[in-house]
């Protein structure tokens, strides 16, 4: 009887355990404003303590401060950009205001000034005590000092009472707009005294916290503060004017020992109609700055001068001073009348690019500047001009003390980017004392680095694809990866263009080994003579490991050679990830530390301890925080998402296949939580080119800038299904339905796979895949194309108006994979073009085309709307008005995820059909009506 009573109570429990999983709901709409991601994690120096920001996609974050063993917790409601001191004492951040604030704020059409303003919070870790400065812009915090910085966001210039109506009074005190000026507050983090300047503009804190520079610009007729750049030593408690004069002062750097200081300044009348930069020094042994660069100086190109919008950065050891030069640009004719003079753009066939490639970029070229460099505490030393028109990019070595910089240009070879989509490039090695320039390559298509420590530039070159170094003392020029025997460009490239390199895994110590990547393993060759050694000694190319480095310390300049190497790796086969260990001084393989079904991201050691934090997480778990000392041991530190427990949410799984012509594919299986393989479920298929790798990726539900919402759909009974893509070139519509086709009639071989039920869903290339695909067969129910290319012959020469660029290259070299012009083989154009062959489509299909995409022509989706709509074809077309390629705006995304859902409900589940699609929303009903109603059934 015990044993009877036993059973049934186990069944019972069964039962319970079975309905709750069944009960489980699908996710609706209204979860992803909740649905939780971790951001901004970070660790302090000691290793002691870990902040990081639980975000939600449309509401207030929150800020958690826990100790390294997770022991204490503070949170800080709505706080974000937060940082630690150096010494880990305190945690300093931005309290936003409410999310309802600022959108009452949006709807009330308030004026920027007028919305609700951030509050500066810092906290003492040891005693938890916080304290809250409100309305405050931005902060500051030294590297290595508890010295902090900020300003104020309330205007320093008060605005009149309401009893003082004079016009002067209104003029003089107006309020600034938010560039201008405001309060600066300099504290101790530990102590209570704080120094507090008006009018600040613009301000800069040393790294060891001694030093604030700060711009002042005080209104003209104000008599108390004067204009000018100073500099507070916070230490002694003195402030130094440094530079008078009311006018626009940029780019305030200090050097890292906290004993020089530079910045741009104009100072020019302000009715001036051209208002030229000077580059201003000063050291603490002077009284004042000077002027070391500007027009007219000896050494400056005749008619250029300082740029205000150029970077200005010293070196590391202080000795080079770097900054931005530009042509004075020509003043604007005040005689011309904008209504009498013609507005046109006028297109040369000499011209170097484009003219919407050429407006595109316009303002970025108004704002260019050519990297100079100056040695200030050397009196005998002049500016040395290292930029030109001819050579417009500059990399300088790391340490940015090297001698030589390197300069790439392609000028005289940009004409052809048109069609070939890169350039060939001369590479230039320029002394930064004499100026003197050095050809190391001319007119080849490669991929250019500079060593950290400035002895090297080494490349790839895409013709041979092969690696090369350049030793900048001798000059002697060394093939690095002849001898390897391994290819060193993408093993898999499927486009007709020069395979692309693997990258460089990054530099020793001084320059002695460059670490290069192959398909699965990491070389280790030395520079000078390019002896090599497999650093992973064959692990990943044996065991089909993609082989990383995962750099723990973004901001390291070369490899440390006594610390682990953090090697992230992934199995090719089977999609899992893990992490391998090795130190640079160590013949041994690798040894493996962990493995498993997740993925790992941000991986971050503390600079003074070997502690590390990082996420983790695959499709059925958010990608949480963790904290380790190995990697091994873990603690969780994070639990977002709570919530997904009460949905039914889904798995991932890989499948396999072999195509018609015999190649073998893999692709991506999702299915509910609740999946019966008693049952049949639509599907829907999800394709760009290959997706496996993405296995373990978690998928939050979202609502989508185009793309199919995995999750939701999944959630909601449908089988998503992701194929892996090959392409042969010139058959890139054929090589879609060769290996997406194969691999759905190989799932519909399961049960459980409802065949007259499967539809398919594709944005930008994926559209292309899908417009191509519903006229070569008739087996899917429903089709949705996001920003299809339907014609390939009219979009052969269209324009990315994103870019400005043209849009040949991309049918001859790249992703559209045609490899021949368009004269040279029109009928591979009209074959692949889903246009031409439009009459056999039987397949209802939707089409997303919005009126500013910037990478596919708008024209695309209207031709293939208005040819499905006069043949008779079941066919939509949704045009999100100023909307993007990819959706951007939030209202927009979640409105297009419910159509989604609607259009294959209907079609895939036998859903009432909404309004919108059974007949339609009137332009005279635009914004009142969304016909998102379902209609009822007769």
Not at 21 to 26: E, R
Not at 536 to 544: A, E, P, Q, S
Not at 844 to 854: F, H, K, L
Request: aromatic share 12%.
């Amino acid at each position: 009887m015990r044993k009877l009573l036993l059973i049934t109570f186990l069944s019972a429990i069964c039962v319970s355990l079975s309905a709750q999983t069944i009960s489980k709901k699908p996710l609706d709409h209204a979860v992803f404003d909740g649905w939780q991601s971790i951001t901004g994690q970070r660790i302090s120096n000691d290793g002691k303590w870990i902040m990081y920001v639980v975000k939600p996609q449309e509401g207030d974050a929150q800020l958690v401060i826990t100790d390294s063993k997770n022991t204490t917790e503070v949170q800080v409601p709505r706080a974000d950009t937060a940082r630690f001191s150096s010494d880990g004492k305190f945690a300093v951040f931005q309290i936003r205001p409410f999310f309802k604030d600022i959108r009452q704020a949006k709807i009330k059409k308030k004026k920027q000034s007028e919305f609700p303003k951030d509050t500066l919070g810092f906290i003492s870790l040891s005693t938890q005590n916080i304290i809250k400065i409100p309305s405050v812009r931005n902060f500051k915090i030294a590297e290595n000092a508890n010295v902090i910085a900020y300003l104020s966001a309330a205007d320093t210039i008060k605005k009149p009472s309401p009893a003082d109506t004079s016009k002067k009074a209104v003029k003089e005190t107006t309020a600034p707009s938010t560039q201008d000026g405001a309060d600066l507050t300099v504290r101790q983090l530990a102590g209570t005294i704080t120094h507090t300047f008006k009018y600040v503009t613009d301000y800069q804190v040393s790294k060891n916290g001694k030093l604030v520079a700060f711009a002042v610009t005080a209104p003209a007729k104000q008599k108390q503060v004067t204009s000018g750049l100073y500099v507070f030593d916070v230490d002694k408690n003195i402030v130094k004017a440094i530079s008078k004069g009311r006018g626009n002062y940029h780019n305030i750097t200090i050097d890292d020992a906290g004993r020089q200081i530079a910045f741009a300044a104009e100072k020019n009348p302000e009715k001036a109609l051209v208002k030229p930069f000077k580059l201003y020094y000063y050291n603490l042994t002077r009284d004042s700055a000077t002027v070391i660069a500007a027009e007219g100086l000896e050494t400056m190109p005749d008619k250029w001068a300082v740029s205000g919008d150029g970077k200005i950065y010293f070196s590391k050891s202080g000795t080079n001073l770097f900054f931005g030069t530009a042509p004075i640009p020509k003043p604007a004719d005040t005689t011309i009348v904008d209504f009498e003079v013609a507005r046109l753009d006028i297109w040369n066939y000499k011209d170097d690019y484009l003219q919407p490639q050429q407006l595109k970029n316009l303002q970025k070229e108004l704002k260019r500047s050519y990297l100079a460099v100056i040695r200030p505490e050397d009196p005998t030393s002049k500016q040395v001009q290292l930029g030109s028109k001819a050579i417009p990019e500059v990399f300088v070595a790391e340490n940015k003390d090297a001698r030589y910089v390197l300069g790439l240009t392609d000028t005289g070879a940009r004409v052809q980017s048109q069609w070939e989509g890169d350039t060939k490039q001369q590479a230039i090695l320029i002394d930064t004392k004499s100026g003197n320039k050095r050809l190391i390559n001319q007119g080849v298509k490669a991929s250019y680095r500079i060593s950290p420590d400035g002895q090297y530039v080494v490349w790839f070159n895409f013709a041979d694809q092969q690696w090369y170094s350049y030793q900048i003392m001798t000059g002697a020029k060394t093939n690095l990866t002849k001898s390897i025997g391994t290819k060193m460009g993408d093993e898999l490239n499927d486009v007709p263009n020069y395979a692309q390199d693997y990258g460089l895994a990054g530099w020793t110590k001084d320059d002695k080994a460059v670490l290069i990547y192959d398909r699965y393993d990491i070389w280790s060759i030395d520079p000078a003579t390019g002896e090599a050694t497999n650093f992973t000694n064959g692990t990943g190319r044996k065991n089909r490991l993609i082989i990383r480095y995962d750099i723990t310390d973004p901001e390291q300049k070369f490899i440390p050679s006594k610390q682990p190497m953090w090697l992230l790796a992934q199995d090719e086969e089977t999609k899992q990830w893990g992490y391998f260990v090795k130190t640079p001084e160590s013949k041994s393989p690798p040894e493996k530390i962990t493995w498993g079904k997740y993925s790992y991201g941000d991986l971050t050691r503390a600079k003074k301890a070997a502690i590390y934090i990082y996420t983790k997480a695959n499709y059925e778990s958010s990608p949480d925080l963790y904290v380790s000392t190995d990697l091994k041991k873990e603690a969780k530190l994070s639990g977002i998402n709570p919530q997904q427990s009460q949905y039914n949410w889904g798995t991932a799984e890989l499948v396999h296949w072999t195509t018609p012509k015999g190649y073998k594919s893999t692709g991506i299986l999702y299915k509910p939580e609740d999946f019966d393989a008693n049952k049949k479920y639509p599907m829907v298929v999800y394709f760009y080119e290959k997706l496996s790798d993405g296995l373990y990726n978690y998928l939050p539900p979202a609502p989508t800038p185009s793309r199919l919402p995995i999750s939701f759909f999944v959630s909601n009974g449908y089988l998503v299904f992701a194929p892996d893509i090959s392409y042969e070139t010139g058959h890139p519509g054929a090589s879609a339905v060769e290996f997406i086709n194969s691999g759905v009639e190989s799932l519909k071989k399961n049960s459980w796979v409802d065949g007259a039920h499967i539809g398919i869903q594709g944005q930008s290339w994926g559209g292309y895949q899908v417009a191509y695909l519903v006229t070569q067969t008739n087996m899917y129910a429903a089709a949705w194309a996001g920003a299809p290319v339907a014609n390939m012959t009219s979009a052969y020469g269209g324009i990315r108006w994103e870019s400005g660029v043209n849009r040949q290259f991309q049918y001859e070299k790249t992703q559209s994979r045609i490899g021949a012009t368009l004269w040279e083989k029109p009928e591979l154009y009209i074959e692949n073009s889903p246009l031409f062959q439009l009459p056999k489509v039987q397949t209802p299909v939707m089409i997303m085309s919005n009126d500013a995409d910037g990478a596919v022509p708008w024209y695309q989706g209207i031709e293939m709307f208005t040819a499905l709509r006069r043949l008779g074809k079941p066919v939509w077309l949704l045009q999100y008005n100023g909307e993007a390629h990819n959706l951007v705006q939030r209202q927009n995304r979640k409105d297009i995820t419910i159509r989604e859902q609607q259009y294959f409900d209907y079609f895939l589940k036998g859903a009432p059909m909404p309004v919108w699609m059974a007949k339609g929303v009137p332009a005279v009903d635009k914004g009142k009506d969304w016909g998102l109603e379902l209609v009822k059934p007769l």
